[in-house]
């Protein structure tokens, strides 16, 4: 795939008019909308495919996988309520476009992918767009426990269940968002930690992810 990186007129009204419409479909949080009218969304597509990348749809990038649907993106990242500082580890990293709303946000990103294609991608195209997360190429169904805790975990896989060793790597008082289910559909899970042992678990609407593939997953 051959990169291009320009921001022109025409991809900043274009996502100006995608801001727009995920304020439509519900999405009210003004700091992940900010988040959203920044990240340039065409940067991680060819540049023959520029025209559908401020399309509110997934996208293919390769290796059987997407770039998550960018209404998908700002839910996800509005249950998350990211506080500047935030530590957060990502599950999925994919084509890093929600690694960079996360950045934009503030927070301090651990993300890992497993697929090493889109591992490899990332970790050019990222930081040469100015984000430096904690890159890591592995299997994130088990978390990365070597640098936990942290205050939110976001997993952008669908899982069949919420790994219990991924839980015990949110800080109390930290937020979960993890989507659960069958491999053709799963809702959406907010997980409070308010104990050591105590757990508050919030379903809400569906979803269609990729699946999450590992130890603790399909
Ligand atoms: N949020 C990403 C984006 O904006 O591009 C999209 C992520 S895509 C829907 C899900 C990603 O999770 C895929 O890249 C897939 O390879 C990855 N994945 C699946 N199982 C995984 C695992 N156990 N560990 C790490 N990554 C995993």
Redesign the pocket.
């Known amino acids: 795939m051959a990169y291009k990186f320009i921001d022109n007129y025409r991809e900043r009204g274009a996502r100006k008019q995608l801001v727009e419409l995920l304020k439509r479909r519900g999405i009210a949080d003004k700091k992940v909308l900010e988040a959203i009218g920044k990240v340039p969304r065409h940067y991680f597509f060819d540049e023959t495919f520029w025209n559908q990348a401020y399309k509110d749809i997934a996208f293919p990038?390769g290796d059987g996988?997407?770039?998550?649907q960018p209404y998908t993106?700002a839910y996800q990242t509005e249950l998350l309520h990211i506080r500047p500082g935030d530590k957060v580890l990502e599950?999925?990293?994919?084509?890093?476009?929600?690694t960079c709303i996360l950045m934009e946000l503030g927070a301090e990103v651990y993300t890992?992918?497993?697929?090493a294609n889109?591992y490899n991608r990332t970790i050019q195209v990222l930081p040469y767009m100015g984000y430096k997360p904690h890159f890591f190429l592995g299997?994130?169904?088990k978390g990365i426990p070597d640098h936990a805790p942290y205050d939110k975990i976001l997993v952008?896989?669908g899982a069949p269940f919420v790994p219990e060793v991924m839980l015990k790597q949110l800080r109390i008082g930290g937020v979960m968002v993890i989507p659960v289910g069958s491999e053709k559909e799963q809702k959406m899970v907010t997980i409070l930690r308010i104990g050591e042992q105590e757990y508050e678990r919030i379903e809400l609407d569906t979803f269609r992810?990729?699946p999450?593939?590992?130890d603790q997953?399909w």
């Open positions: 990038i996988q997407t770039i998550s993106v599950i999925g990293t994919g084509s890093g476009y929600q890992i992918e497993r697929q889109l299997d994130g169904s952008t896989a992810f990729v999450l593939v590992g997953a």
